[in-house]
């Protein structure tokens, strides 16, 4: 029976309600063996982080139910919750207008819903419903689950999977994209973001690409600011609200697989970043943090990648020139893979999402982690391919929250 409650998987909402219909022993078993709230607690009131430690007290608290739920307690009858600690039950949205703390006021049980749901990319509004929360606390939960992407991407110690990508013989396509769309000015004097009016952005003559990659754009930098700062003072201080806009500019990059790599079944990786210049010292910057060394890389003829073949890491580059084709008839090189997650990224940003503001970035790193989980499934013929979701996704993710949060 021990090896059957040890091996036990949530794959689906029901199995989450039934966790909990089971009471409140075996939910806490379930989320402290997962490494998600810890399974021995030490007061913190009785033992002060700041103040010196007393030997002498004995700080240990034990478990106790109440109305059907388990809590801490220790000896001088200091109490707190099984989720005491958990950085991602316990996380608090900004304040709100008033000043006051907008907690998470959401059960468990709620949570765990909630998370599923993001998994399986179900809408705020589905997500809601079935956890029977408001759609606020939907979204703000789907907020933070987010950030736990975002976070995995900067701690590659905690994730393995946020480690360079490509190697010696593999293959990886980059490019750049502008997913914000086109401002259109109301009667009234302001605007909104229009889904419908995504535009690629011009790049200019090739004097003004080597300008811009090459960074000595810098005076028609500086005259576009002064032209902004006089305007600003003129509007009265109405550019505050723009901060909510996102970054014009997103870069990406693709781990390319083999067939024979599809049919072992290892994903097409995929990651965005936000940049606010297209230029070389930024962009290769990029990639070399997240590129190994010795890799192939593929892009287009844009003038800040030209230097990719001479950094010290050995990177091989080869260019397809899109005015001319799309794919080099001598070469085969190409950037259709890398294109292809532009428009999966612009129905998931602009025209779902209707802009995100300052939550690119988390929006972005969710793209990352979730490319990770639609495993490739090979044709009977072996020729061609399809992406399957990874039925353990939500499994995967609770095991990234022990290891971004560590308790």
Request: net charge negative.
């Given at each position: 029976?021990?090896?059957?409650?040890?091996?036990?998987?949530?794959?689906?909402?029901?199995?989450?309600?039934?966790?909990?219909?089971?009471?409140?022993?075996?939910?806490?078993?379930?989320?402290?063996?997962?490494?998600?709230?810890?399974?021995?607690?030490?007061?913190?009131?009785?033992?002060?982080?700041?103040?010196?430690?007393?030997?002498?007290?004995?700080?240990?608290?034990?478990?106790?139910?109440?109305?059907?739920?388990?809590?801490?307690?220790?000896?001088?009858?200091?109490?707190?919750?099984?989720?005491?600690?958990?950085?991602?039950?316990?996380?608090?949205?900004?304040?709100?207008?008033?000043?006051?703390?907008?907690?998470?006021?959401?059960?468990?049980?709620?949570?765990?819903?909630?998370?599923?749901?993001?998994?399986?990319?179900?809408?705020?509004?589905?997500?809601?419903?079935?956890?029977?929360?408001?759609?606020?606390?939907?979204?703000?939960?789907?907020?933070?689950?987010?950030?736990?992407?975002?976070?995995?991407?900067?701690?590659?110690?905690?994730?393995?999977?946020?480690?360079?990508?490509?190697?010696?013989?593999?293959?990886?396509?980059?490019?750049?994209?502008?997913?914000?769309?086109?401002?259109?000015?109301?009667?009234?004097?302001?605007?909104?973001?229009?889904?419908?009016?995504?535009?690629?952005?011009?790049?200019?003559?090739?004097?003004?690409?080597?300008?811009?990659?090459?960074?000595?754009?810098?005076?028609?930098?500086?005259?576009?600011?002064?032209?902004?700062?006089?305007?600003?003072?003129?509007?009265?201080?109405?550019?505050?609200?723009?901060?909510?806009?996102?970054?014009?500019?997103?870069?990406?990059?693709?781990?390319?697989?083999?067939?024979?790599?599809?049919r072992q079944r290892i994903p097409q990786e995929t990651r965005f970043f936000t940049v606010q210049k297209r230029d070389a010292e930024t962009l290769l910057n990029l990639i070399r943090s997240h590129v190994a060394p010795g890799t192939q890389i593929w892009s287009d003829c844009w003038r800040a990648y030209m230097r990719i073949d001479q950094l010290p890491e050995g990177y091989i580059h080869l260019t397809v020139n899109h005015s001319e084709?799309?794919?080099?008839?001598?070469?085969?090189?190409?950037?259709?893979?890398?294109?292809?997650?532009?428009?999966?990224?612009?129905?998931?940003?602009?025209?779902?999402?209707?802009?995100?503001?300052?939550?690119?970035?988390?929006?972005?790193?969710?793209?990352?982690?979730?490319?990770?989980?639609?495993?490739?499934?090979?044709?009977?013929?072996?020729?061609?391919?399809?992406?399957?979701?990874?039925?353990?996704?939500?499994?995967?993710?609770?095991?990234?929250?022990?290891?971004?949060?560590?308790?």
């Amino acid at each position: 029976m021990a090896e059957v409650e040890a091996a036990r998987e949530l794959s689906n909402i029901r199995d989450i309600v039934n966790l909990f219909y089971e009471g409140p022993d075996a939910v806490f078993q379930f989320l402290s063996r997962e490494g998600l709230i810890l399974a021995n607690m030490l007061c913190d009131k009785c033992i002060p982080l700041d103040g010196p430690v007393n030997t002498e007290v004995d700080a240990e608290m034990k478990l106790f139910r109440r109305n059907s739920e388990l809590r801490w307690r220790c000896k001088a009858r200091h109490e707190r919750t099984i989720r005491h600690h958990s950085e991602f039950f316990t996380w608090e949205h900004a304040t709100t207008a008033n000043g006051r703390n907008n907690s998470n006021r959401l059960s468990l049980e709620q949570m765990m819903i909630l998370t599923w749901c993001w998994c399986w990319d179900n809408t705020p509004e589905s997500a809601a419903q079935n956890a029977g929360c408001n759609i606020k606390g939907a979204l703000g939960h789907y907020s933070q689950c987010r950030r736990v992407c975002y976070a995995a991407l900067d701690d590659r110690e905690a994730c393995a999977e946020a480690g360079p990508m490509g190697g010696t013989g593999h293959l990886v396509q980059i490019d750049e994209c502008s997913i914000k769309a086109r401002k259109k000015r109301g009667a009234n004097g302001l605007g909104r973001l229009r889904p419908g009016d995504l535009q690629e952005a011009h790049r200019g003559t090739p004097e003004e690409q080597a300008a811009l990659a090459d960074g000595t754009a810098a005076d028609l930098v500086e005259e576009e600011e002064e032209g902004e700062e006089v305007e600003g003072d003129e509007e009265g201080g109405e550019e505050e609200g723009n901060n909510e806009e996102p970054s014009g500019w997103v870069f990406g990059l693709v781990w390319w697989r083999s067939l024979e790599e599809k049919r072992q079944r290892i994903p097409q990786e995929t990651r965005f970043f936000t940049v606010q210049k297209r230029d070389a010292e930024t962009l290769l910057n990029l990639i070399r943090s997240h590129v190994a060394p010795g890799t192939q890389i593929w892009s287009d003829c844009w003038r800040a990648y030209m230097r990719i073949d001479q950094l010290p890491e050995g990177y091989i580059h080869l260019t397809v020139n899109h005015s001319e084709f799309y794919v080099d008839e001598n070469t085969g090189v190409n950037t259709n893979a890398v294109e292809a997650s532009w428009s999966r990224l612009r129905h998931n940003i602009c025209r779902t999402k209707r802009g995100v503001g300052k939550e690119l970035s988390f929006h972005l790193a969710e793209l990352w982690w979730k490319s990770l989980q639609h495993i490739p499934v090979p044709s009977r013929d072996g020729r061609t391919n399809r992406t399957f979701r990874d039925t353990r996704i939500f499994m995967k993710f609770l095991n990234l929250i022990s290891r971004v949060y560590v308790l």
